[in-house]
């Protein structure tokens, strides 16, 4: 499609357009085809990263390039800078050669949409709103707002207020599908299930609780909440999963100081009738023990240090409570905390309440089932994304 003479118009008149910087020096292009993700905000890499995983599931090699307009250094690992100025846009193609372009959510930067436009790389506008047009309509000549929105083959709203906006802004109507955020969720832990077989009969009728990525510092919280829920239920059993396997001999130490019959899994390949605490120092994937237990602490949240997502275990079945120090899963616990799908409790002193109220299946259930409605929603629309953006790709090698 060739640009229109309403955008040809804008860009001729932006003043300055190069906005020269210094190129960033590229990876080496992986074989296979790429696919462009341009991201507005640092939130938005962890559901490029779900995006990435989905269009692998069938082993093609199809790889997500992630940039960020505002990059920092603490960005290197998922996301490169973005290419700013003709010349390192047209020399950032080159060497990616992407088959598409992803525009999340952001700003409509004209320049760098019509460098894609040039080469002809199909794009699609993700997560969209009408977020950012007002503010740029008045410096626009007349057309370029409609023009520039044409631009995306498809444009996937957040909501039906923003698919009317965004109509009314200019984008073709037939091009405007409501499908909600495109969000991020945690990839299903493996387990071997001969062994979660023989684990759960071991533990029988027992109630259970996890917790998940435990640090040393956590031992004796741990082992206060445990004494507090077993009043309720006196065969309790807590397992725990040490953030650092070299960690388990210590945790099991300290536990053992404060009377609890505690066992290691090198040692009891499955908790005996009489084991209050059961330490993994093996490296099963924890996948195994979300499976296990209807209850999930995340470790390293009361203290700090860092957390497992908690989405691992919620995708599992497994319903969670974690302290107030979630990062780097903050947006997720967020998500969980509004639908009501998790237990946030804010000192240790609330963790073995919280653990004994959770003790009741029907709430587990309860928590359980609205933790699954969250993350299966957002897996749904990253799966519609993932599905056009393949039947698409099948066109362009046609």
């Known amino acids: 499609m060739a640009r229109s003479l309403a955008i040809a118009a804008y860009l001729a008149g932006l003043g300055a357009p190069e906005r020269p910087l210094n190129p960033a020096k590229q990876p080496p292009r992986p074989t296979g085809t790429i696919i462009w993700a341009r991201c507005s905000q640092a939130d938005q890499l962890t559901a490029v990263d779900t995006l990435r995983r989905k269009l692998s599931e069938d082993g093609d090699p199809i790889h997500v390039i992630a940039t960020m307009r505002d990059w920092d250094q603490e960005l290197a690992g998922s996301a490169?800078?973005?290419?700013?100025?003709?010349?390192?846009?047209?020399?950032?193609?080159?060497?990616?050669?992407p088959a598409m372009a992803v525009w999340i959510k952001g700003d409509l930067d004209p320049i760098l949409l019509a460098e894609m436009r040039s080469v002809d790389i199909p794009a699609i506008l993700v997560d969209a709103t009408s977020d950012g047009l007002d503010h740029v309509a008045g410096t626009w000549v007349p057309g370029a707002m409609r023009s520039l929105l044409s631009e995306f083959e498809a444009v996937l709203a957040l909501d039906s207020h923003a698919a009317e906006r965004l109509i009314r802004a200019g984008t073709p109507e037939d091009a405007v599908l409501i499908t909600g955020p495109m969000e991020d969720c945690a990839p299903t832990l493996p387990c071997n299930e001969a062994e979660r077989n023989d684990v759960a009969r071991a533990i029988g009728t027992r109630p259970v609780w996890l917790a998940a990525a435990t640090q040393l510092e956590e031992s004796d919280d741990l082992c206060k909440a445990h004494q507090f829920a077993s009043r309720?239920?006196?065969?309790?059993?807590?397992?725990?999963?040490?953030?650092?396997?070299?960690?388990?001999?210590?945790?099991?130490?300290?536990?053992q100081l404060r009377g609890l019959n505690v066992?290691?899994?090198?040692?009891?390949?499955?908790?005996?009738?009489?084991?209050?605490?059961?330490?993994?120092?093996?490296?099963?994937?924890?996948?195994?023990?979300?499976?296990?237990?209807?209850?999930?602490?995340?470790?390293?949240?009361?203290?700090?240090?860092?957390?497992?997502?908690?989405?691992?275990?919620?995708?599992?079945?497994?319903?969670?409570?974690?302290?107030?120090?979630?990062?780097?899963?903050?947006?997720?616990?967020?998500?969980?905390?509004?639908?009501?799908?998790?237990?946030?409790?804010?000192?240790?002193?609330?963790?073995?309440?919280?653990?004994?109220?959770?003790?009741?299946?029907?709430?587990?259930?309860?928590?359980?089932?609205?933790?699954?409605?969250?993350?299966?929603?957002?897996?749904?629309?990253?799966?519609?994304?993932?599905?056009?953006?393949?039947?698409?790709?099948?066109?362009?090698?046609?």
Not at 236 to 246: A, D, E, F, G, N
Not at 357 to 365: C, P, V
């Open 80 to 97: 490169l800078p973005e290419p700013q100025g003709k010349e390192n846009i047209r020399a950032f193609i080159a060497h990616w050669r």
């Open 232 to 255: 309720r239920a006196h065969r309790l059993l807590l397992i725990v999963v040490p953030k650092h396997q070299v960690m388990a001999i210590a945790i099991a130490e300290e536990m």
């Open 263 to 398: 066992a290691l899994r090198s040692q009891e390949p499955k908790p005996s009738d009489i084991t209050q605490i059961y330490v993994v120092d093996t490296e099963e994937e924890l996948g195994l023990w979300y499976r296990i237990a209807p209850i999930t602490y995340m470790g390293g949240t009361l203290h700090g240090g860092g957390c497992r997502d908690p989405f691992e275990a919620t995708a599992l079945g497994s319903a969670v409570l974690y302290g107030p120090q979630v990062a780097p899963f903050q947006r997720h616990a967020a998500r969980l905390n509004a639908a009501g799908a998790s237990r946030l409790i804010r000192s240790a002193a609330d963790l073995g309440p919280t653990v004994e109220t959770l003790l009741s299946a029907d709430k587990t259930a309860e928590i359980a089932h609205a933790a699954w409605d969250v993350t299966s929603r957002g897996a749904s629309v990253t799966n519609r994304i993932a599905a056009f953006i393949l039947l698409r790709l099948e066109e362009l090698v046609q």
